[in-house]
Each structure stands twice: as C-alpha cells, then as structure tokens.
C-alpha cells in the first residue's frame, strides 16, 4: 500500500491507493472524522466513555492481538450482549457531501452470534434483545450477520424502508474481512474485502447517525468481535 492525497472539497484526504474509496484521513476546517482507539478508557462496569452503551452484558478490552483495538466478549446466554453507540450524532448522508466509514475486524465464531457495525441514528437496540433479528428503529447504514448466518450483509436503510446487498464474504474461524461504504455525495456503494459488492443511487439513509456496534451471543454460548480498525470521515 501507498497513502496518496487529493483534494475534496478544499480538505486533504488521505486514501489507499490500492482502495481510491478507503479514506485514511483527511485534514480540514470542513473534516469530521472519528476513528477507534487503543487502549479504550472504561469504567469498572466496562463502559467506555466515549459511548453510549445499552444492554451491557459483556466485557471491553483492549484487544489482546498485536495491532487490534477492541475485543468485545459477550455473555454466555443466548442473546446477551452490548449495544454500543458514538456519543453525539456527527455524520449525515446530504448532497454532495462525501462520507466514508470502515471496519476491518474478526469474529470467533463464523456461524454463531449476531453481529451490526456501520453508522446508525440512535438506538439502544440495533440488533433485537430476545431473538436473532435486526431492530434497528432509525435509520442506518451498516453491514450485519446474525446467528446461524455464514456471510454479512450491507443494509442502507432509511426510515422503515431497507435496501440489502449480499457482501458473498464467508466469516468465521477468526479471520479479519474488511466492510466499507463510501458515498460520494450522490451514490452510495457498499465494499467487502475490497471490492464493490452494489450501489444505492437514491433513498440513501439522510438522518443523523453515530459509529455504532451491537453485538449479541448466539446460542452456544459467548462469542467475540475483535476490532483491528474502524473509522469514519466525512468533508462537508
């Protein structure tokens, strides 16, 4: 990899040149950005401080592998889990307005567990409490797999109304999948690993939305995300 620039609307953006789509970071009066850090400060409760948290019945590391950011290991009953949300809502999808977020992370177990990263509006329960199911109320737009499930899908979702895309990206047995969107101010287009995987032209999700994670055990017991990565940026 190569890190190349460009201008975006008067802000320096830093990108892959193998990836023109993946921001690595961009500089400017007109930047918001956020990006997960090592080490995340947390309480003794495991509530780390910079996030909304609900239904926390898990536990927040630093992760335990060389480079990696966050481990999150949920309970072992069926369902349990966390809900975790960016404190402040600083992302909107608005016309020529680009918004980049990724994630390159690992879960445990391919097939057990449901899992939801991406940018979301405020929820406490992305990922429903009781059963394998999404039960996100607002508007989103993120990838997600639930229990049973081998593969993620890329949701864009706007209000009630939901358009998915098969990501084909087989998880599991510990090995990190990069999931990325990019919109650049007009199409919204979804990535796994890399490649384009579908585009959303219109009733792309416009609310305001926040870094969000749910993440909720399946039913043999608790499972684990592990985070190397995960970002967002947007040049307004």
């Not at 706007?158 to 998880?171: E, M, P, Q, R, Y």
């Amino acid at each position: 990899m190569a890190i190349q620039t460009k201008s975006v609307r008067n802000a320096l953006v830093y990108y892959d040149d193998r990836h023109p789509n993946r921001w690595l970071d961009a500089v400017g009066t007109n930047v918001v950005k956020w990006e997960l850090e090592a080490g995340p400060a947390q309480s003794a409760a495991n509530v780390m401080s910079r996030f909304v948290m609900t239904a926390a019945t898990a536990t927040i590391d630093q992760a335990v592998t060389a480079g990696d950011r966050l481990l999150i290991t949920t309970g072992g009953t069926e369902h349990q889990g966390i809900n975790m949300q960016l404190n402040g809502s600083a992302f909107r999808l608005a016309a020529g307005l680009p918004v980049y977020f990724g994630a390159r992370f690992n879960v445990e177990n391919g097939s057990k567990g449901s899992y939801l990263i991406g940018l979301c509006g405020v929820d406490t329960t992305l990922l429903n409490a009781s059963t394998s199911a999404l039960d996100v109320s607002a508007s989103g737009i993120y990838f997600y797999q639930l229990n049973d499930a081998t593969t993620f899908t890329a949701v864009n979702q706007k209000a009630s109304v939901s358009n998915a895309i098969a990501t084909g990206i087989v998880t599991g047995s510990g090995t990190k999948r990069d999931f990325e969107f990019f919109f650049d101010g007009a199409i919204l287009t979804f990535y796994a690993e890399g490649k384009k995987i579908g585009s959303i032209a219109e009733g792309w999700a416009d609310a305001v939305l926040t870094p969000s994670l749910n993440v909720r055990a399946g039913d043999d017991g608790a499972e684990k995300l592990n985070i190397e990565w995960m970002r967002a940026i947007q040049v307004r």
